[in-house]
């Protein structure tokens, strides 16, 4: 994991200093509301329904044990218990005292962590793959390249008022786990023929009221060259990008209204005139970074271990886990271990201050003090040895930590919706628990397989609604919650923008309407066919006959 | 939401040092308790009732200030009208252990 | 309204003129963008020195031709959010190669203060209320993540510079 030197903390202390200062002001008088909010903004706290929400950021998702310990500490003396853990690898408090706040970031630079850039029209925090460094169909670990975004992100004096929001996504594996395609920019790690590292770069994907998937506008760009493409991109967007219209404002509709051609062409000619600024780091810098994620060094193991075979043969539930929630490692004789934070009935990406501890003792003893955090609001143990699976499970287990379910229908990604959301138009935590009682039975769960849910309570889309196999997306009619179908998104390499079926539903009918649309999928499928693919073979057409042939 | 409303009125707001719920009380203060929310009916007071919020906010005690319609409970006292206030009054659905609904260790 | 000098570089004074304003022989002035495209090289022998005042959406490109003829620049900014004149600055530093002082004006905030220096403004006109905040925002840090117009290299640049020092010595 990347640590910070003197420099990066006298950052985030002056960050500290400073954001205490404002608060302070604040409370005093001297700043109004108006004044006070794009700064409180910029260190991630927000006013919600019920209190102020920090949002803390979690770098492309990589935590320490020590650094997750602080966040349970956080929630356990500044907020009620809990954490929420959401679909941009962040946290969120839900309770901080503004007077607090300087405390918490305190508390969080201590760690190396902060709020920066986790709100307001700036560039975002970083994701990537939840498996990076661990996974074995990565071509290399995209976090170097992460960290170094990270780094040129932060404070940037050019890009730090943007017309909006700015999310940048990497991923390095075969499988994009990271919905590079739904992200203003998307980078793709890959290797061309002469063996050099470089990136695939996709500019003007989004969600929001306006989904469009993103579009090549380079096939390989090399690595060294990384920060001022980059810089060219965001000059583009930062100097055209709508201004007059916050719906209009994403990078997405620059794309679209310019060409995706011509948004290539001016970053080309804006990129030539700049690349040999100083702007790329020195190579020296990008080893120095890089070497900081270095792979544990993990014992060659077997594959093969009886304790697990046994108590696979004697626990189902344990087989499942196994099957679902662990992957190939890079290393054999180990696995990623995905902590699944559904419980069936549960609020997806809530962990309390106890699990998050215990979560962090079981890093320590089984994963080389390494935690990530995936867009799916599960924790993940990256290096964790085979044979030790059994007992991590059963702890896992005792702590309400071990559902199987991970990738399967009530591994739900859910945004907070009305429960605490002031954006939103109905809840969404209610109804995800709704979906995962009524499924709740791990056997016909993996008969269904693969099938993503996602829940977003209004059109900001935080629940990625529109990149669901089934997405549910809340709206307000007449002073109601009502419940929008969608099907066939998909937010992989394969990207897809889900549909509308039909008219909406109320809290009972959605739940009705996707255990029908489920239904129609085990009645159709083919030998091995998932739901995405069932679903894109045969079109809409069955599935709302089956969800509204009686009206 | 510029919507025109209609019918008794309230007003909630979040306060400024610790973000909590409250509603404009009969003696002009700010109580987390919906019960003791003043209600208007006509333009008049329901004016008199904004000029006590603004006021307020320009003292730098509340944030986020609404003049919101108002309904009663079951006991007959005053509640917000829409799901989206009546959320704020309770505290989040999904966790009943949480905020007005249980009257809690909020220390007020 | 103050005058906050964020580079310490010496600042001007001038007087704004419309398309009304009779110009004094000699006289300091900063005009409109437009204005000064349509004037003709009689306007620039008569004023002593001259500025141009542009938005935060013009076009860089428009100022390429007049850019020799400017002694300075200003931004005017209609929102602290139009992040379009920190571009705009940049342009004029990197692309024309502009080196009078560029001024911000209009609604900016002190918590700006580091980003307005670093893309290359030399000063900030703001309500008097707020110039202590900017001159406290200044001072605040020391090192930076991004290479930028006061001259300073990043951090990323710096590291490794210490260290070619240290081998070379
Ligand atoms: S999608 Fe809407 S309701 Fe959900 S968190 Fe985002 S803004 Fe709030």
Redesign the interface.
Known sequence: MYAYDQYDHALVNARVGEFRDQVNRRLSGELTEEEFRPLRLMNGLYLQLHAYMLRVAIPYGTLSANQMRRLAHIARTYDKGYGHFTTRQNVQFNWPKLVDTPDILQELADVEMHAIQTSGNCIRNVTTDQFAGAAGDEVADPRPYAELLRQWSTFHPEFSFLPRKFKIAITAAKEDRAAVKWHDIGLILKQNDAGETGFEVIVGGGMGRTPVIGKTIRDFLPEADLLSYMEAILRVYNEQGRRDNKYKARIKILVEDLGAEEYARQTEAEWQAIRNNPIDVPAEEAARIRAFFAPPRLEVLSDDVAEVDDLARQNFLFAAWVRNNTGKHKVPGHVHVTISLKPHGGIPGDATDAQMDLVADLADQYSQGEIRVSHAQNLILPHVAKRDLPALWKTLDAAGLGAANQGLLTDIIACPGLDYCALANARSIPIAQAITSRFDDMKRLMDIGPLKIKISGCINACGHHHAGHIGILGVDRRGEENYQLLLGGSGAEDASKAAILGPGFGEEGIVDAVEKVVAVYLGEREDGEEFLATYRRLGPAPFKEAVYGAR | MAKKLSGPQMVIA?R??????VFLDRAGGWSVTPANAAVADDEDAIEALANVAAAS?A??KV??VEVIEATTDENGAPWPA???FA??AK?????AD??YQVALN?EN | MALVNLTGKETGTWVHIGTETTIEDGAVVAAPLAQLVDADESFFKAVGAVGAVLATDADWRAVAPLANKLSFVVINFPSFSDGRGFSLAVRLRKDLGFRGEIRATGHTIPDQAMHLLRSGFDSVETPDAREEAFKAAVKRYQVFYQSDFTGRTSLAHARHARAEERKAS
């Open positions: 979040n400024l040092d610790d973000g909590r719920v906010v003292a730098n944030l986020s829409h799901i989206k959320m704020q505290g989040p659905s999904v966790r949480l905020g909020w």
